[in-house]
């Protein structure tokens, strides 16, 4: 262990100590919020939790308590990988947070982060009539977060998650049986619409990948670590995008709706598509590049 984890180990006493301590070297070494977190204390909080076995919503009784020296070392294990490897913080605790649920992640599957989260949670008001919803589909699922949201805010909808890889089925899995919803949540691999025969719904969210390869070779070295068949698309980032647009009326019913994340991705398309009435979604705690379609206005457009 280098010089200053070692200094660490020996000075440092309480759980305030280290908390201190983790913090002061995310903010030193300039490390980047934007999974699941935004500052270095919830960070070092959340590892130094995951360590101890405690809850985030940490008492503040136990901030004076010291910790064991083996205690010490699971803790600053978390904290060297994530200042050294820049490793995110929910593939060191293999868990984060969407629509208030916890979810199970590892490098297999994209950290939840989407704006999505809040129309969920609004059960896609104004876009559809919620209590006509009975089939929803989470095109491109990964750890299957939107997709068990989805059956949480529609209890009696049936909710498909399919995704392209295996891997990321494998994780999505674990939620399910996490969330025991293996009865509403049916997994499926397919690449975009592909695997889905004739299938129809009245909902289709997607959190596709939309990221272009110019885009990737500037984001922090955090993203490094989630998988690149979920984030690279080809095409200025609307590959994938391309492929959803041409076939989501095949998979609508006739009331259905559409919508998409395409992230920093909005303006290659709508400079690709300038004659077609994306409805670009406003959130109030924040995100962007979410569009809306009906089923009628994809057909009228992507024929």
């Known amino acids: 262990m280098s010089t200053i984890y070692s200094e660490a180990s020996e000075q440092l006493y309480t759980i305030l100590d280290f908390l201190r301590w983790g913090s002061s070297q995310f903010l030193r070494e300039k490390i980047f919020h934007g999974h699941g977190y935004d500052n270095a204390w919830d960070e070092a909080l959340a590892l130094l939790s995951h360590a101890l076995g405690l809850n985030e919503n940490l008492d503040a009784s136990l901030l004076p308590a010291r910790l064991t020296m083996t205690e010490k070392q699971r803790v600053l294990s978390l904290y060297r990988q994530r200042i050294e490897k820049k490793v995110p913080v929910p593939y060191l605790t293999e868990r984060a947070y969407f629509c208030g649920l916890p979810f199970i992640v590892d490098e297999r599957v994209l950290i939840p982060r989407s704006p999505i989260a809040e129309l969920i ?55 399910v049986v996490l969330h025991d919803c293996g009865e509403q949540v049916l997994l499926l691999q397919s690449e975009v619409f592909d695997g889905l025969a004739a299938k129809k719904y009245d909902i289709i969210v997607s959190n596709p990948p939309y990221v272009s390869q110019q885009e990737i070779d500037g984001l922090p070295e955090e993203y490094r670590h989630e998988p690149e068949l979920a984030l690279l698309a080809k095409e200025q980032g609307l590959a994938i995008v391309d492929r959803i647009l041409a076939q989501a009326a095949a998979h609508l019913n006739d009331e259905g709706v559409l919508v998409v994340e395409v992230g920093n991705s909005d303006l290659a398309l709508m400079e690709k598509y300038p ?23 994809i057909e009228q457009y992507f024929k």
């Open 121 to 175: 949670e609004q059960r896609f008001s104004p876009w559809v009539d919620s209590s006509s919803v009975s089939n929803i589909l989470d095109l491109c699922t990964g750890s299957a977060c939107i997709a068990i949201a989805c059956a949480y805010a529609f209890p009696e909808a049936q909710v498909d998650a399919a995704d392209i890889s295996q891997d990321a089925l494998e994780v999505a899995k674990k939620n």
């Open 275 to 297: 004659e077609v009435p994306f409805v670009w979604l406003e959130f109030e705690r924040g995100g962007s590049g979410v569009f809306s379609l009906s089923k009628e206005q």
